[in-house]
């Protein structure tokens, strides 16, 4: 089946700095991948959907300076928080949809980031 | 814009009983329904689908859900619940640009 990575699987940094997460689409090419944050025993809320070679669309409310997203390849995606403050500590999933005929275009979750910052 | 609504925080059910986690939903045009499972730490697996179709579907570990029109419901059952079984459950609908919008999540507590 479809794989995704991702890279780190927890990370803890100071407040100020800025921490990348990987997003990797294993055996698949990812035309599309999207970044989900979740809060602890909240649900899964969209952040933004990025497609390869273009920019991302983010979501209302989701501030684009500060989640930096780069698809730069079809089988990486990354997001970067950039000065990262304690009210960004949270659970990054990211997810990818395939090329048509993978996976019935349909979108497989990678096991998550979580991201806590002091 | 389309969502999606799990009335029930937390069901408690036995194990070896039948289990049902509820959904219901509100899109524009044919809806797009999955169910997904979260354990402790770890990203979401995909349990099933609905696209078009069968009303039943059957998906991985013995987990079905029915989808009702009239009802704009896609509960997810299993005959036979399982300790293991205990996890968050998320249904979700798909959008636009075909991401995901998620309820709010069922917790599931499997007693032995």
């Known amino acids: 089946g479809a794989v995704v990575s991702q890279h780190p699987s927890w990370v803890i940094c100071k407040s100020g700095t800025s921490v990348k997460i990987e997003c990797r689409s294993l055996?698949?090419?990812?035309?599309?991948m999207f970044w989900y944050r979740q809060f602890p025993k909240q649900s899964l809320m969209l952040m933004a959907t990025?497609?390869?070679?273009?920019?991302?669309?983010?979501e209302q409310g989701v501030e684009k300076d500060k989640f930096l997203i780069n698809h730069a390849s079809l089988t990486l995606s990354t997001l970067t928080v950039t000065s990262a403050h304690p009210e960004d500590s949270s659970f990054y999933i990211c997810?990818?949809?395939?090329?048509?005929?993978?996976?019935?275009?349909?979108?497989?979750f990678g096991p998550g980031t979580r991201l806590t910052v002091l | 814009a389309q969502s999606v609504a799990q009335p029930e925080d937390q069901v408690n059910v036995a194990e070896g009983n039948p289990l049902t986690v509820k959904c219901t939903y509100s899109v524009s045009g044919n809806p797009y329904l999955f169910w997904y499972v979260q354990y402790p730490n770890r990203g979401l697996q995909f349990l099933l689908k609905?696209?078009?179709?069968?009303?039943l579907v059957k998906g991985s570990y013995g987990f079905e859900a029915e989808f009702n029109k009239s009802q704009t419901s896609f509960h997810l059952k299993k005959p036979s619940a399982l300790v293991s079984d205990s996890a968050l459950y998320f249904c979700a609908v798909r959008g636009l640009r075909r991401a995901l919008t998620f309820g709010s999540g069922t917790r599931l507590q499997v007693q032995p």
């Open positions: 055996d698949f090419q990812a035309t599309t």
């Open positions: 609905y696209i078009t179709g069968d009303n």
């Open positions: 997810s990818a949809r395939g090329l048509a005929g993978v996976g019935d275009n349909e979108q497989f």
């Open positions: 990025s497609n390869e070679g273009s920019k991302a669309t983010y």
